[in-house]
């Protein structure tokens, strides 16, 4: 009983230090690798796992069972479908897209996904009316699309920001641009600089809280296209956070 007081006070006192409220988080972690490893994923999600390094990756974005998200930029719904499985049958995942892709739809078929909805709208009003206090927002390898896009990207982030109860998060993954390069190189390399991305989700009113460095390749010369390079891109992942 000691042991196990001390192991809470620990936590507590850890989450404090990171400014995370652990009485308003769900309290049912996830066995990741289990989820991983589930029989009835599809073997291309399999072979995309080992592209993201899917299991750290969940580590880091830390999505738990209960909790409401929003997949931004979902394409064929990997993604969704990883915040699905960990969100459990009592959380609620929605998938965003300007247009949801034949993939995506047809992935929606499935019993992995029954929690899950495909939410078709734009990047700059991703949310659907009334959702509110989400506990997690993912956006990966898509936030670079929307600076070739007709979007406008601080309106985005503002609507990502709302849609965030308190203390609620936002993971955003992606391909790394040169420095200099800031949002320009988005339709030809496919890639967005670190710090621009940081700068502008910052600006309505995040907090930078976390970086993983284990999709980074330094050897990426980061001048051609992130689907010919040829070699493991150098990608970023960071964690924000809505303050209290």
Request: hydrophobic share 40%; proline share 5%.
């Amino acid at each position: 009983m000691i042991s196990r007081l001390c192991r809470f006070a620990a936590a507590v006192s850890l989450g404090a230090a990171l400014g995370l409220s652990i009485a308003a988080s769900p309290v049912l972690a996830q066995d990741y690798k289990a989820l991983l490893a589930a029989p009835d994923r599809s073997d291309a999600d399999r072979q995309n796992d080992t592209k993201r390094d899917a299991l750290k990756l969940l580590e880091f974005t830390a999505p738990k069972t209960g909790m409401r998200i929003l997949d931004m930029g979902a394409g064929g719904g990997y993604s969704t479908e990883l915040m699905a499985r960990a969100a459990g049958s009592n959380g609620k995942v929605w998938g965003q897209h300007n247009k949801l892709s034949e993939r995506y739809l047809a992935r929606m078929a499935t019993s992995a996904m029954a929690n899950s909805t495909g939410v078709e709208r734009p990047f700059d009003s991703p949310v659907p009316d009334g959702v509110r206090d989400l506990d997690l927002i993912t956006f990966f390898f898509a936030y670079h699309d929307t600076t070739f896009m007709e979007v406008d990207r601080a309106k985005m982030n503002k609507a990502m920001y709302d849609a965030l109860k308190p203390g609620g998060f936002l993971v955003i993954a992606d391909h790394s641009a040169k420095p200099g390069e800031g949002a320009t190189v988005g339709k030809t390399t496919h890639r967005i600089e670190e710090s621009t991305l940081k700068a502008e989700v910052e600006a309505v009113g995040f907090k930078h809280i976390a970086t993983g460095d284990f999709l980074r390749n330094p050897d990426d010369p980061r001048t051609v296209s992130v689907h010919r390079s040829g070699i493991r891109n150098d990608e970023f992942v960071l964690k924000f956070q809505k303050p209290m």
